[in-house]
């Protein structure tokens, strides 16, 4: 990281704050963890070193998110498709677009961040039949990931999707799990296969996943004792006017 010694200290404890908040949000409400990270990180960092940082916590938490073992199977039957998208557009992406980085990479982050909030604050319910899903999954697939490559948030358009698929709750939840995990694993590789993922950055992305799992932890504990609904309400206007101010950062 390029900042002057003397600021490592606030540096990594705004950091730690990032994470421990994205960790208490996904606890709560199932997802969030990448989005937060990356939308809060991307205000004084680059959306590479931010995206560098969210490879540990992001994996480990994910992978944690995938099981029971029982059920794995029958909910990755039905996701196969849209993952092998995710992996063509994560890795195409990179490749024709590079890694995020610069204004256009803030914007367009910015611009994921309001669409997402946007239609999570509609509560518009979609439905998927599975014969759609046959020819939408691995093209809703390959769109979330040219936004990942791009912005380094794996949510948009993939968690609309997963959801108007019809799963139980702990089967969708499961199901945000396994994408995220494809997402996080293939968006590492990209990074790593531009030269974008610098080993010294592996120490700062393990030192994150302590905040992260605390922030889960707690997150957990809180689901159990507040209202979710107004939570989310709340997590999803922030994303609208954090996106907002990024947007118009970038172009000022």
Known sequence: MTHPHYDMATFWA???AVYLLAG???????????????????????PVQAAALLIVPSLVTNVWQTGPRATFMPVLRRIGGMQAGVVVGTLGGTLWLGVPEGAWASVALGVALMLYAGWGLTGRKLHVSDAQAR??????????GLVTAVTGVFAVPAVPYLQALGFERDSLIQAMGISFTTSTVVLAIGLAGSGDYPMSALGGSIAMLVPA?????????LRQRLSVAVFRRCFLGGLALLGLYMVVRALA
């Open 14 to 16: 705004a950091a730690t």
């Open 135 to 144: 020819w939408m999954g691995p093209l809703v697939g390959l769109v979330t």
């Open 24 to 46: 208490v949000i996904k606890g709560v409400v199932g997802l969030g963890l990448p989005t937060v990270s990356m939308a809060l990180l991307a205000l004084w960092m680059s």
């Open 213 to 221: 799992i605390g922030g889960m932890v707690l997150g957990t504990w």
